[in-house]
Structure formats: structure tokens, C-alpha cells
């Protein structure tokens, strides 16, 4: 049963409406003459058509239950980051560092039903300030940031939706493949797979990403989608969950005017369904300014305008600045005024131009408009734009649940698992067969049989030296490829995090299972190659043994990796210290040296080339097995100096050893991931 208050929420709730209708609606309010930009049956049953929101009832009701009405306040919002001190003494004190103002104190109110932009020019605090209303800005800010008079929570953060600058995608997944994904990671448990996969189809026609819903996303180095298609995959990704509260940063650069407007409608048809819509835009055409309901306009951090965008131009030309032209874009007159740009600018009132001296330098025109908008932000802020939505009853002061609730996931974690484990899957097929990592291991493998060629114990340094070589070998290979793996993933991560996508260990769980298969059978070729081919026991038990130790050294060796990528979350770094830390077990490893000095000889214990190496031999010779030690004379195997000197009688600690850094490196990687990631 749904709690009255819940219920009430519902019911009150305004009609929840096709985006795309909506889209068109509102593009015919902006611009009469131009048609509509999508096909009118792109129709999403669950946001409009009632013919079909009867038919799927279920599924519409789900969704929309999701929906909780955000208003957002952001009262005298403020940042500041230590920049390196370069005046002209720098040099005297080069550690010094200064604080640099990036937000001096914004204020505004965005409610359910409103879509505002944040106006202003490159580097002027934008996406600072988007990312601090999205709560996800590293670090402290001052003023306040509410939400229902409440402040971020985890449950907030999955009712929020936030579309970053650059697309972080997987570049080998189609659109179709990206956007289901996402739908079964992020849809509620109550919908079936099915209905989760019509979603994510709905949502790429309301896009108008149908033509490209086989292609795959591609990224800088391979070709795939346009760069505003992937735009709209990455703003699909977020209105799949119908998330009350949706932030986007720049989701129209890049893009031709016809698209640009066609997203901005969507994002209005979204906001008049319920939703809180904040974003920033760079330079919207004038159709685009009036679908906004509200701007800030920032200049160098600070506000010199916040409220309802349909008042800017009478407010500019109140404290005496009034465009030249009268048909000017409305955006690009406020982008001058931010830039502290006023030549452009009709003198019009005398009396209030005596308040501002004479500004013919930009920075005090800046000061000015900064001046006024705090004198002026009272009334700036109770200019609502009320009248646009009178018809619609939104609540606008909805509790959301208390803390207990806060670590609700929408999917129990075999799902997500199941889920990323199949992504994951898909995605890394491509890096883990590329032909050119084949070729590296069978070049290797038949080369090294071919220099072993049919050795026999009677060449047993060879032959030891072939097995040391499989210790090696596959200590270093898996470990190089595990490195990259979390410093790759960290964008991805971070994104999908921050908005409550997925529990951290099913996440990881997957991963590592889904490297499992890959990075399993390119050893078991290689040994398969190697092993008959340098005339190693041509027993089935010994060769199954032999492979056995390799693949869990292969498993190890690639903790470790995970590991120190995970730690440094840089791959540079990362690879530096993997290779010291290999050479310390290559020279550790009790092949080339067998007299290590008492002192330095505990290194060979943290190698696990040498544990690799030890099994490896224990299980190639026995004591029936003997070799020439000169003038014909026959010596057994278990006393040449070299294998003499490894101590074959504690294999089991050998596997004990190899099992505790096995579950360690692992663990290690799992801990370094958790502290470095959001919550
Ligand atoms: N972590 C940081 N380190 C250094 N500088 C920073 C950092 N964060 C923000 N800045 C600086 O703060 C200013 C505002 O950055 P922000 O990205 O918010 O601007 P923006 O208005 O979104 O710009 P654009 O429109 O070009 O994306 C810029 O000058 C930027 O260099």
C-alpha cells in the first residue's frame, strides 16, 4: 500500500506528457513558423498519450511514481581553489599559493516545472556552479544549496540526472546496446527486462537517435556517432530515469541550430512535466532564450542576473542598459553585458546612469551590474515565473525519505552484476582478442618453443630456465594489461557513482570475472604451444599441473596490477613501479642468483614469480629423474645446485603463499577503489 501522503503526491502531480509533444508544443509557442522537428508518433506512453498509457499501466505508473517535484534554492553559493601564487615574486616564495574566487556567491530558486539556464562567458563559473547544484563539486563550498529545504542526499542523488561537458560512453557499445544498459542498470527492479528494453527504445526515437541506434558510439580514436548524437545518448542516459531533478552542461555545443532547439524543446517538454531542468549553454539563438523560464547570468563567477528570463531586458534596461538594436538576441546582449562589454548600449535614462560613473572600461561596468544585481536580487528573486504554470499543481514542498532509505538501490546486486558482467563482456571483447595481442602471445610462444626445441633433462639448466621463463613471462603480460584498468574505468565509474548506478563490489565482482575467460585463455594456448614443443614430461597429469600454476600466477600477477592501478589511478606511475616491482622478482626470483645474502634474501618471499617458478619445477621433476653431470656421469635432478637450493619440500606453503596474494592484491584494489571513488 502507498502511503497517503505518496499517494497524494501522485494524484497531484501535474499530467505527465509526452516529451516530444511537449517538444512540439513549446516549439510552436517559441516559433510559429517553424514545423515540428521530430515525427509526431514518437510518442513514449509513459510521459503522455493516454491510449497507451492505458496499456501500459504498470510500467507508467512505475515511472511516474519515481517522480518527486525538487525545488532547488542556492543561496550566496561561493567557491574558491588554491592556485599557484605567480605575481611578479613568485620566485621568492614558489610554494606560496592564493586563493582564486571561482563562484562569489550566487542566488536563485529553480522549481519543479522550470527549466533555467546559466548564462555567461567561457570560464566564468558555469559548470562550477551546475556541478555544485548536482552535489557533486569536489571540496567545500559556502552559502547554502537546498532541495526541498533539505540538503543533498543519497537519495537525491538517484532522482538526479547530470549530463557532463565531455560524453563518457563506452565507445564499442551501440546506442541501442548503451542506452538498454543503462535502462536495466538503472530502472526500477518492478519492471520486467522487457519493459526496461522498450524504455531505452522509447527514449532513443524521442531523440531522434533511431537512424543510428545499430552504430556504435565510437570515441576520438574510432569512428562511431556523431558527436551530437553521442550528445543525446549521453542526455537519453539520464531521461530514461525520469529523474526529478536534471542538470546539464552544454548539452547544445556542438550542434546544428535545428538540433540544438530540438533538445532545449525536450528539455522544456521534461521540466513542464514535473521536473527541476538547470543547464548551461554557451550562446543560444533567440528561439532557444525563449524557452528558458529562467537565467543566471555569471560573469567572471559572480551573478549579475538571476530570475525569469522573459525580465532580463526589462531589468538591463532599468539600470541603463538597453540594447542598440532592438531586435538583438537577448542572450548575446547579457553575454556583452558579462563580458562587460556596453558599447553596444543606448544611453537611457539619465538619472540612472548617474549611478554608474563613467564606465568605459570593462571591469567597472562588470562592478556595476554585479552592484545592481545585489541591490536589486530581492526583487530579481520574486519575479517568478509563476504565470507560465498557474494551470499546474505541483507540490512544492515534498519530504524526501529519511536516511534509512538513502542506501536503497533500484536493482538487488545480482542484477547489476549480471548487468555489468554482460556489459563488460561486450565492451572489452574487441581489447582482449585484438589481433595484435594474439599475435604477441602465439610470436612469443612459438619462438620460445622453438628455442626450447625437444630440450630434455640431460640440458637440464635449459630446461629449468624454460620454466622460469613461464614464471616470468606470465607475470609480467597480465599484469601490464591490468594496470590500465581502473585508471580507464575511473571516468566511467565516477559518472555512473555519482549517480547511485551500481553497488561498488558487484561492480567490481563483474569486472573481475569478466576478465576471467579472457585473460585465461591466451596461457592456456601458450602453454599448450610451449610445453610440447620444448620437450617438457610429456605426461597429460604434468602438463595439466604445469598449466594449472601458470594460470594462477596469471591470476595474481593480475591482482597486482588491479591493485597498483587502482592505488595510483595512473597509468604512468602505475607501469613505472610495475616494473620495478617485476625486476625486483625477476632477479629475486632463484634463478639467476642462488646465493642472495641473508639480509636481502626475504625478497624472494614477496615474488610470486618465485612461488610460480618453484611449483613449476616441483612438478616437472621427481626423484626417479636424473640428468648428465659430466664424463657420463648421471646426477639426479633434485640435486643440481639450482633447483637444489629452491627447497622443493614446502610446496604447500608455495600454494598458501600464492592463495593469500591472490585474495590480497585483489582486496588492496577493492579498498584503493572504494576510497578514491565517490560514494
Ligand atoms: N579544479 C580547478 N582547478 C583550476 N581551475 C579551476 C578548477 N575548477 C574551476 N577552475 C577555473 O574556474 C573557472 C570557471 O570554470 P568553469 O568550468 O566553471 O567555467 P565555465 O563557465 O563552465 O566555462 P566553459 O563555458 O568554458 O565550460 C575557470 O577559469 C577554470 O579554469
Not at 499530467?15 to 516549439?27: I, K
Not at 547579457?334 to 540612472?352: F, T
Amino acid at each position: 500500500m502507498m502511503p497517503p501522503a505518496e499517494q497524494e503526491i501522485i494524484s497531484s502531480r501535474p499530467q505527465p506528457n509526452n516529451v516530444f509533444a511537449a517538444t512540439n508544443r513549446s516549439e510552436n509557442m517559441a516559433v510559429h513558423a517553424q514545423p515540428p522537428v521530430s515525427a509526431s508518433n514518437n510518442v513514449n506512453p509513459c510521459l503522455d498519450d493516454p491510449q497507451q498509457m492505458r496499456e501500459t499501466q504498470g510500467r507508467c505508473s512505475i515511472l511516474r511514481e519515481s517522480l518527486r517535484p525538487v525545488t532547488l534554492k542556492f543561496e550566496e553559493v561561493g567557491y574558491s581553489i588554491k592556485v599557484v601564487n605567480t605575481d611578479g615574486n613568485w620566485w621568492k616564495s614558489p610554494e606560496a599559493k592564493l586563493d582564486r574566487v571561482i563562484l562569489g556567491g550566487v542566488t536563485g530558486v529553480v522549481r519543479p516545472g522550470e527549466l533555467l539556464a546559466m548564462l555567461g562567458p567561457s570560464g566564468s563559473g558555469k559548470t562550477t556552479l551546475l556541478t555544485a547544484l548536482a552535489g557533486r563539486l569536489p571540496g567545500k563550498f559556502s552559502g547554502s544549496i537546498t532541495y526541498n529545504g533539505q540538503p543533498f542526499s543519497g537519495y537525491l542523488k538517484r532522482k538526479t540526472g547530470f549530463v557532463t561537458q565531455d560524453d563518457v560512453l563506452y565507445p564499442h557499445l551501440t546506442v541501442l546496446e548503451t542506452l538498454t544498459y543503462t535502462a536495466l542498470l538503472r530502472l526500477p527492479s518492478k519492471l520486467t527486462k522487457e519493459e526496461k528494453i522498450e524504455q531505452a527504445e522509447l527514449v532513443i526515437m524521442e531523440l531522434g537517435l533511431t537512424r543510428c541506434s545499430n552504430s556504435i558510439v565510437g570515441n576520438a580514436l574510432l569512428r562511431g556517432i556523431s558527436g551530437g548524437e553521442r550528445k543525446r545518448v549521453s542526455i537519453g542516459q539520464e531521461m530514461l530515469v525520469n529523474p526529478s531533478l536534471l542538470l546539464l552542461d552544454e548539452p547544445t555545443s556542438g550542434l546544428d541550430s535545428t538540433t540544438a532547439q530540438r533538445i532545449v524543446a525536450t528539455l522544456r517538454g521534461l521540466a513542464r512535466g514535473g521536473r527541476t531542468v538547470i543547464t548551461t549553454i554557451h550562446q543560444p539563438s533567440s528561439r532557444l532564450y525563449k524557452m528558458f523560464d529562467k537565467v543566471v547570468v555569471l560573469s567572471d563567477g559572480c551573478p549579475i542576473y538571476s530570475g525569469n528570463a522573459g525580465r532580463a531586458m526589462e531589468y538591463f534596461g532599468s539600470i541603463g542598459f538597453k540594447p542598440g538594436d532592438d531586435l538583438i538576441n537577448p542572450a548575446d546582449f547579457l553575454l556583452d553585458l558579462a563580458n562587460g562589454v556596453a558599447s553596444d548600449v543606448k544611453q537611457c535614462n539619465q538619472q540612472e546612469n548617474q549611478g554608474r560613473a563613467e564606465q568605459d572600461d570593462k571591469s567597472s561596468t562588470k562592478q556595476y551590474l554585479i552592484a545592481s544585481y545585489k541591490k536589486n536580487l530581492h526583487d530579481l528573486l520574486t519575479t517568478e515565473t509563476k504565470e507560465n504554470y498557474k494551470d499546474q499543481k505541483i507540490p512544492m514542498q515534498i519530504k524526501f525519505p529519511s536516511r534509512g532509505s538513502e542506501e536503497q538501490w533500484t536493482t538487488t546486486w545480482w542484477e547489476q552484476f549480471k548487468v555489468l558482467l554482460q556489459r563488460g563482456l561486450k565492451e572489452r571483447k574487441h581489447e582482449s582478442y585484438s589481433g595484435l595481442r594474439i599475435f604477441q602471445v602465439m610470436s612469443v610462444s612459438i619462438l620460445s618453443g622453438l628455442l626450447w626445441w625437444h630440450s630434455n633433462p640431460s640440458h637440464i639448466q635449459d630446461q629449468v630456465g624454460l620454466l622460469f621463463f613461464f614464471s616470468i613471462f606470465w607475470g609480467f603480460f597480465p599484469l601490464f594489461n591490468a594496470i590500465f584498468t581502473f585508471p580507464q574505468e575511473r571516468p566511467m565509474l565516477i559518472k555512473e557513482r555519482s549517480s547511485g548506478m551500481y553497488r561498488l563490489s558487484s561492480y567490481y565482482f563483474a569486472r573481475i570475472a569478466g576478465d576471467l575467460p579472457m585473460e585465461l585463455v591466451l596461457p592456456t594456448i601458450f602453454v599448450a604451444i610451449t610445453y610440447w614443443m620444448g620437450g617438457l614430461k610429456p605426461s597429460p597429469l604434468n602438463f595439466i599441473l604445469t598449466l594449472f600454476i601458470i594460470l594462477f600466477n596469471v591470476l595474481v600477477s593480475q591482482g597486482l596490477g588491479l591493485a597498483l592501478g587502482a592505488i595510483l589511478m595512473d597509468v604512468k606511475q602505475a607501469t613505472t613501479l610495475a616494473s620495478v616491482t617485476m625486476l625486483v622478482f625477476l632477479l629475486a626470483g632463484g634463478y639467476y642468483i642462488q646465493h642472495i645474502p641473508r639480509f636481502i634474501a626475504w625478497l624472494k618471499y614477496t615474488s610470486f614469480s618465485h612461488y610460480c617458478y618453484k611449483l613449476l619445477v616441483g612438478v616437472q621433476y621427481t626423484d626417479k629423474d636424473f640428468y648428465e653431470c659430466g664424463f657420463g656421469k648421471q646426477c639426479k635432478v633434485l640435486e643440481f645446485p639450482p633447483i637444489e637450493q629452491l627447497g622443493l619440500s614446502y610446496k604447500g606453503w608455495d600454494v598458501f603463499a600464492l592463495i593469500l596474494m591472490l585474495v590480497g592484491y585483489r582486496l588492496l584494489a577493492y579498498l584503493a577503489l572504494k576510497n578514491g571513488l565517490p560514494r
